[in-house]
């Protein structure tokens, strides 16, 4: 799995959880092992958040654990993934694309389920960083957040989103 590609990352995400022979020590091991790089990382989010899977909407305890087994891989993404989807849904929105903005939507609410679930507080120092830029529009993950130019309302958002998840702590 070192030398895995972003796209290698997302099959394999997506044939790991097509699998119904793996106990929750496996599924744990494989996703702990997926996560150590950064494209199993990003890989295993893109498949696990966007696709047609229940274990996404109720993440399993074996799941949370492998995440957790990875907080310096993980933390920055999911603060990120929350930021984009949140974003994403409002852009669909005005698009007149409402399923796509449905879409964006689910990927917020999944992201902040395992904010919620994995509870590290490497996820929340990035979390009041990414919402101190989006408010202030300095710091940390301004220029992250000029990068996708995003506007006033869609910063708006990704601070009110992150404050939600910030006052769960």
């Known amino acids: 799995m070192?030398?895995?590609t972003f796209e290698e990352a997302i099959?394999?995400?997506e044939t790991l959880l097509l699998r119904d022979d793996l106990d929750d020590l496996h599924l744990e091991t494989e996703v702990s092992q997926l996560l150590q790089t950064s494209n199993g990382a990003r890989g295993f989010f893109v498949c696990f958040l966007t696709g047609e899977w229940k274990l996404a909407d109720m993440p399993s305890d074996a799941v949370i654990r492998a995440l957790q087994s990875a907080p310096d891989k993980i933390a920055e993404l999911?603060?990120?993934n929350l930021a984009m989807s949140t974003a994403m849904a409002i852009y669909h929105k005005?698009?007149?694309n409402t399923e796509q903005a449905?879409?964006?939507d689910r990927v917020a609410k999944r992201t902040a389920l395992?904010?919620?679930k994995v509870n590290l507080g490497e996820v929340y120092k990035i979390a009041t960083q990414m919402q101190k830029s989006a408010t202030s529009?300095?710091?940390e993950y301004s220029a992250f957040l000029e990068k996708w130019g995003y506007d006033a309302e869609q910063k708006q958002a990704i601070a009110n989103v992150l404050s939600n998840r910030l006052a769960n702590v």
Request: proline letters at 0%.
């Open 94 to 96: 005005r698009a007149g």
């Open 102 to 104: 449905q879409g964006s």
């Open 137 to 139: 529009g300095n710091g």
């Open 2 to 4: 070192k030398n895995m």
């Open 11 to 13: 099959a394999y995400t």
């Open 114 to 116: 395992l904010i919620e």
């Open 78 to 80: 999911l603060v990120k």
